[in-house]
């Protein structure tokens, strides 16, 4: 369960501390009433940010990606660092959020630039600190259609379709939703990526994951694990579409965030390899909290 915010925490809220009780947003913000907006979720471990830049980068791309301008992606930054230290936190999963602002009357039609003035908002919610030898938890996943749009590679607000994927999976016991999907053009359906997570298989010692290609989101996670795989691991990484059946025949399948690396052991319910953690799945676990814990 994630952890609340503390009932005494400061956000910030268009540069400017808050109580978190206090910060509120106008019913006829469009980040309420049409979802027009794009967030971030950063890991602070020891009161510092791992893979900062990255995070600064993506939120830039998606704020391109909603045509929302002129918002000073870089402070972020500054604000994330001092709100850690205003909650008196070393470890936290800072959540960042951008909306296009309160403009009069629900139209669908977006203001003009001029008339858009975007509301940013930085939470921290406490986390455990990140542990060398930490277990992973296993468990299942669900594989449901991948009913989203078509710009996953936005980090948007516009969470419902995968809200509802990963409380079915919740339902069916499991932690989480895969999605699949046929992209135009293509008979076949392909595994794309989890509710909030990106998804791995290894086969035969290789490493399998979907392209970057806009239609994931490009999980800075999934970045490191990739590099991890190859650099400290010595592994073929292909990023390479694969289907589901191709996913149950695998030896082991597991998903990353910005707060986990955690292995699959069911898949609707089957099997997957052995149905344990598989070795692969705990060494690249092991080196990306290395990376954390080096950073
Ligand atoms: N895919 C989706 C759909 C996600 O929501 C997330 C996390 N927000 C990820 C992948 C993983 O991205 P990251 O490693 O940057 O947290």
């Not at 609340?4 to 109580?19: H, I, K, S």
């Not at 907006?37 to 830049?53: I, L």
């Not at 030898?133 to 996953?152: A, F, H, N, Q, Y």
């Not at 400290?232 to 597991?254: H, I, P, Q, S």
Request: glycine share 8%; proline share 7%; with cysteine.
């Amino acid at each position: 369960m994630p952890t609340p915010l503390p009932p005494d925490a400061t956000v910030v809220f268009n540069g400017e501390f808050r109580p978190a009780a206090d910060a509120r947003y106008a019913l006829e913000e469009r980040g309420v009433l049409f979802a027009d907006g794009v967030y971030e979720v950063v890991r602070y471990d020891r009161g510092r940010p791992f893979a900062m830049q990255p995070h600064l980068d993506r939120l830039a791309h998606s704020l391109d990606g909603i045509g929302l301008n002129g918002v000073d992606v870089e402070a972020f930054h500054a604000w994330s660092d001092a709100l850690m230290q205003r909650n008196h936190l070393t470890d936290a999963k800072v959540y960042w959020q951008v909306t296009r602002g309160d403009a009069g009357p629900r139209d669908f039609f977006m203001p003009p630039p001029e008339d858009q003035h975007a509301n940013c908002v930085v939470m921290a919610y406490p986390a455990a600190p990140v542990a060398r030898g930490s277990v992973p938890t296993p468990g299942g996943g669900l594989i449901v259609e991948d009913c989203r749009w078509t710009k996953c590679w936005i980090k948007s607000l516009m969470l419902q379709p995968a809200s509802m994927a990963k409380t079915a999976a919740k339902n069916a016991g499991c932690v989480e939703a895969i999605f699949e999907r046929a992209k135009p053009g293509t008979h076949e359906s392909h595994i794309t990526e989890g509710g909030s997570t990106n998804v791995f298989i290894v086969r035969d010692g290789e490493l399998h994951t979907h392209p970057n290609d806009g239609w994931i989101l490009g999980g800075i996670t999934r970045d490191v694990i990739v590099q991890s795989a190859r650099d400290d691991l010595g592994l073929t990484v292909r990023e390479a579409c694969f289907t589901a059946e191709e996913l149950f025949a695998a030896d082991e399948v597991f998903v990353c965030s910005t707060t986990q690396l955690n292995p699959l052991v069911t898949v609707n319910q089957r099997r997957i390899g052995d149905g344990q953690p598989g070795k692969t799945t705990l060494q690249l676990r092991r080196s990306y909290l290395e990376r954390v814990l080096a950073d």
